[in-house]
């Protein structure tokens, strides 16, 4: 039994396969590959475009969609080994893992960290043990990574420029009154350098770089790829020739848990916002975010409404990418 977690644990060639079949998919070809199954997909957190495009994907494949939203239609679950549960959570990963296996054919979970230990968070601990106690297939719906955007992203690029090899790419952190989860900065790390995408990621400085974990994977990859991989904090560098521009906010992971101290630093770096004057520093470059994204927060009008920024084909994708992996794991198991 095969689970969709990460991208680090496909190859390369198996994650084209997977954006061959979601292309077929887009060119209207059906599948009625979950046809009598079902799939519970649990909702930590909000969502629109994972929520709209699993359900859809589901029934366009002939199965049935089981949304549960842990602690509003749904008991909270208690996630902790020997606690004694005389708190807010009802019932135990261990037997909700188990049940939901009883019922379904794959289980989807979305449950971002809670920004206030990243030593705690980094642990990924909501899906790990959804994989431990269930015996059917575990999909990420966004975690500490989001292998479901980077499909969506890498099928965009591929459209848009053909082979991705050696193609400059820039991932840079971008401006938000928040601090945001850092998993699809994680993933846009993941999936370019597993493509072999020559790789920059610029922050406004140290306190913003990624998880070592993925900067040390990023890093590897490029390696195993023949692509390469660099850090910047000098904006006119990072824009400097790059083909695709992908923005995304994080917070900065030293300052987890503590964001009266991150918010005055953060407020400096609002000039990181994706411009026009930005873009004219690339190479006739290509713009995306994940969405959802703040207009003259992250990106202006000018940048969103032109006819570079594909981030409404990425979202599209979304639907094809994971039909085409849900079908791979259905095959699989």
Same mark, same amino acid.
């Given at each position: 039994?095969?689970?969709?977690?990460?991208?680090?644990?496909?190859?390369?060639?198996?994650?084209?396969?997977?954006?061959? %079949?979601? #292309?077929?998919?887009?060119?209207?070809?059906?599948?009625?590959?979950?046809?009598?199954?079902?799939?519970?997909?649990?909702?930590?957190?909000?969502?629109? !475009?994972?929520?709209?495009?699993?359900?859809?994907?589901?029934?366009?494949?002939?199965?049935?969609?089981?949304?549960?939203?842990?602690?509003?239609?749904?008991?909270?679950?208690?996630?902790?080994?020997?606690?004694?549960m005389d708190g807010d959570t009802e019932e135990h990963i261990i037997e909700v893992a188990q049940v939901l296996s009883r019922y379904c054919d794959m289980i989807a979970v979305r449950a971002f960290p809670k920004f206030e230990n990243w030593r705690d968070d980094r642990q990924d601990k909501v899906i790990k043990a959804f994989?431990?106690?269930?015996?059917?297939?575990?999909? #990420?719906?966004?975690?500490?990574?989001? &292998?479901?955007?980077? *499909?969506?992203?890498?099928?965009?690029?591929?459209? !848009?420029?053909?082979? &991705?090899?050696?193609?400059?790419?820039?991932?840079?952190?971008?401006?938000?009154?928040? &601090?945001?989860?850092?998993?699809?900065?994680?993933?846009?790390? %993941?999936?370019?350098?597993?493509?072999?995408?020559?790789?920059?990621?610029?922050?406004?400085?140290?306190?913003?770089?990624?998880?070592?974990?993925?900067?040390?994977?990023?890093?590897?990859?490029?390696?195993?790829?023949?692509?390469?991989?660099?850090?910047?904090?000098?904006?006119?560098?990072?824009?400097?020739?790059?083909?695709?521009?992908?923005?995304?906010?994080?917070?900065?992971?030293?300052?987890?848990?503590?964001?009266?101290?991150?918010?005055?630093? !953060?407020?400096?770096?609002?000039?990181?916002?994706?411009?026009?004057?930005?873009?004219?520093?690339?190479?006739?470059?290509?713009?995306?975010?994940?969405?959802? *994204?703040?207009?003259?927060?992250?990106?202006?009008?000018?940048?969103?409404?032109?006819?570079?920024?594909?981030?409404?084909?990425?979202?599209?994708?979304? %639907?094809?990418?994971?039909?085409?992996?849900?079908?791979?794991?259905?095959?699989?198991?």
């Amino acid at each position: 039994m095969q689970h969709y977690i990460n991208t680090t644990d496909w190859s390369q060639a198996e994650l084209q396969s997977m954006l061959d %079949l979601a #292309n077929q998919f887009k060119q209207g070809e059906t599948s009625q590959s979950l046809n009598g199954k079902s799939v519970a997909l649990l909702f930590f957190n909000p969502s629109m !475009r994972t929520r709209a495009s699993f359900e859809l994907g589901v029934a366009q494949m002939g199965g049935t969609a089981i949304v549960l939203e842990p602690g509003k239609n749904a008991w909270p679950i208690e996630f902790d080994l020997g606690t004694t549960m005389d708190g807010d959570t009802e019932e135990h990963i261990i037997e909700v893992a188990q049940v939901l296996s009883r019922y379904c054919d794959m289980i989807a979970v979305r449950a971002f960290p809670k920004f206030e230990n990243w030593r705690d968070d980094r642990q990924d601990k909501v899906i790990k043990a959804f994989k431990k106690y269930a015996t059917v297939p575990i999909i #990420n719906m966004e975690t500490i990574t989001h &292998p479901c955007q980077e *499909l969506a992203h890498m099928m965009t690029i591929q459209k !848009r420029i053909g082979r &991705p090899q050696k193609k400059k790419y820039l991932l840079t952190w971008t401006y938000h009154p928040k &601090p945001l989860n850092t998993a699809v900065a994680n993933s846009s790390l %993941l999936i370019s350098t597993k493509f072999g995408m020559d790789v920059t990621l610029l922050c406004p400085n140290e306190n913003y770089l990624l998880d070592k974990r993925y900067m040390d994977l990023a890093q590897h990859q490029a390696e195993e790829s023949g692509g390469s991989f660099k850090v910047t904090h000098d904006i006119n560098e990072g824009y400097d020739g790059a083909e695709i521009v992908y923005a995304k906010s994080w917070g900065a992971i030293p300052f987890f848990g503590n964001w009266e101290k991150e918010k005055p630093m !953060r407020d400096q770096y609002k000039h990181f916002i994706v411009d026009q004057e930005k873009m004219n520093l690339t190479n006739n470059g290509l713009f995306s975010h994940c969405l959802p *994204l703040r207009r003259n927060v992250k990106a202006t009008d000018e940048v969103m409404d032109s006819d570079y920024c594909f981030a409404i084909d990425e979202a599209e994708n979304r %639907l094809h990418v994971q039909k085409a992996m849900m079908q791979t794991l259905v095959q699989k198991t």
